[in-house]
């Protein structure tokens, strides 16, 4: 089964995309608004795996070839970003610091460490993970045509919840020991969660009244999950006593996971109305560029606001958001987008 283009998953993406840039924008810890509204957005990356997960696991026989392609696809972007980033350094050293220094090893070191969460482009990792994704995807394809998704499904969670296990239990959270481009198992669950969504909601389906059972078990899940990571990110597992725990070490996390495919079903049977589609099809596009830049524009914006108030952090969220979009808008009306923007 091959699925045609969805714009209920293109709004998914573009929810993604709001809630990473607020992911990096907005402090845990500061208040209850923001330190809420901070694990409301962690849904940012399991979203675009499972986004990813409902076309390329229903797409049909996945080749060698194929995964190759798209590889070098995601290669050819994180290259030609550090070439980009590294050439704009390049000239502000020559203007500012007057001085001439060049090195090819170095900018492939800089390649290879925005891959591993490393460098200025550190949020490349997640351009890293879903190459290792797309290593796996002939084989799993394999499996799952085979086998179908349960046992395979059940295997990455049961890894996942024996993971949670352990941090609640050691009061640490042991995701901290690999990368997040190398947590493999997580990752590979929310693929696998799409492409299993992509096979049993590939239609908008859904009763007045199914809907908002849907919706009120889904608003309860939220606010379950809220509680949950509040209490623990504070008191059960802790890194630094006193301070919040990053939303990455929750990805793993069984109430996360239930919340998230609530979520990500919900929205996938909502009707969209013609007004949303034709913000989503502009916008949509655009979600990658906003995740490549919304980091090198935060450098610059993060220094207008102090991110002392919940004010100043959301007009923060607002001009990153904002300067990512203008600046992904402009590689598209300039026609670079399928260099520096499309795998």
Not at 89 to 97: A, D, L
Request: aromatic share 14%; proline share 2%.
């Amino acid at each position: 089964m091959v699925l045609t283009r969805n714009n209920n998953i293109d709004l998914i993406k573009l929810y993604a995309c709001i809630c990473v840039v607020a992911l990096h924008t907005i402090p845990k810890g500061l208040s209850a608004v923001t330190t809420t509204i901070y694990y409301l957005s962690g849904v940012a990356v399991p979203l675009f795996f499972m986004s990813s997960g409902y076309f390329l696991l229903n797409r049909g026989e996945i080749s060698i070839k194929y995964s190759i392609h798209k590889i070098v696809g995601v290669f050819r972007i994180v290259v030609l970003w550090n070439l980009i980033f590294y050439g704009l350094e390049f000239i502000w050293k020559i203007i500012h610091v007057r001085k001439i220094s060049f090195s090819i090893s170095s900018l492939i070191q800089s390649v290879f460490q925005s891959l591993v969460q490393k460098d200025e482009l550190w949020h490349f990792w997640y351009l890293g993970a879903l190459m290792l994704i797309y290593v796996a995807l002939p084989i799993l394809s394999k499996i799952i045509r085979k086998n179908g998704y349960k046992r395979v499904i059940l295997v990455f969670l049961s890894i996942c919840i024996c993971l949670e296990l352990y941090s609640l239990c050691t009061g640490y959270p042991v995701q901290k020991y690999v990368i997040q481009t190398f947590r493999i198992w997580t990752w590979e669950l929310y693929f696998l969660l799409g492409g299993i969504f992509g096979q049993g909601y590939s239609k908008v389906s859904g009763k007045d009244y199914e809907m908002r059972i849907h919706a009120i078990v889904l608003i309860a899940v939220t606010i379950l999950n809220i509680v949950y990571q509040l209490f623990v990110g504070l008191k059960v597992i802790n890194i630094v006593t006193g301070r919040y725990l990053n939303a990455e070490y929750f990805y793993d996390s069984s109430i996360e996971i239930l919340w998230i495919a609530l979520l990500f079903s919900f929205v996938l049977r909502l009707k969209l109305k013609p007004g949303i589609v034709k913000v989503v099809k502009v916008i949509s596009p655009l979600t990658m560029g906003v995740y490549i830049l919304h980091p090198i524009v935060l450098k610059f914006t993060s220094s207008l606001f102090a991110r002392n108030s919940v004010l100043s952090c959301i007009l923060l969220y607002v001009v990153t958001f904002g300067g990512a979009l203008v600046g992904a808008l402009f590689i598209k009306v300039v026609r670079l987008d399928k260099y520096l923007m499309k795998i």
